[in-house]
């Protein structure tokens, strides 16, 4: 098994703790986020692995990029993964319900258990569980804090209005 490595980047959300095994992310995780593993077993600190992972996340957060294309590891139950393979369905600026999620997953009165399993994402932001809300179109829980949710979700909206009407031009 190879030994885990982290960086720490600024983002416009805080500082993000990046986590690879070899080259494939494995973590993203916020200041203060809710299930945030131990320091510990994040691996020692280098910035080898993570040229690509940086590289995209700068475009993100510059408007330039709305699909993420990097090796990822995600770690957990076969539920939990494939809540999180819904999750990277859902495209740039957009939303859905944990019940929307549920239904896509063929488990209609699963939505709590979409929640936790959504809450549960090792990789915040590219995996992007900001994207979901509650029934009524209320922000409902994230590990990184509603106000994180609430800007990345506006960016998120802002960004995709910004290109539209820069095309109608």
Not at 3 to 8: C, G, I, V
Not at 135 to 161: I, P, Q
Request: proline letters at 7%; charged letters at 20%; aromatic letters at 8%.
């Amino acid at each position: 098994m190879q030994q885990k490595q982290h960086t720490l980047i600024d983002s416009p959300y805080g500082p993000l703790t990046l986590v690879a095994t070899g080259d494939t992310l494995c973590g993203l995780y916020m200041t203060d986020q809710r299930h945030r593993p131990p320091q510990e077993t994040f691996g020692a600190r280098d910035e080898r692995p993570f040229g690509a992972v940086i590289d995209q996340l700068n475009a993100y957060f510059q408007g330039e990029l709305t699909e993420f294309d990097l090796p990822l590891a995600l770690h957990g139950t076969p539920f939990q993964r494939s809540v999180w393979a819904q999750l990277q369905r859902i495209p740039y600026g957009e939303t859905r319900t944990y019940g929307e999620l549920a239904e896509a997953l063929g488990r209609p009165a699963a939505s709590r258990a979409v929640g936790l399993a959504n809450g549960k994402n090792p990789i915040g932001v590219i995996v992007p569980c900001h994207r979901v809300i509650g029934a009524n179109g209320d922000l409902t829980g994230y590990g990184g804090g509603l106000d994180r949710k609430r800007r990345l979700l506006d960016f998120e909206r802002s960004a995709t209005s910004t290109a539209t009407a820069a095309a109608l031009f």
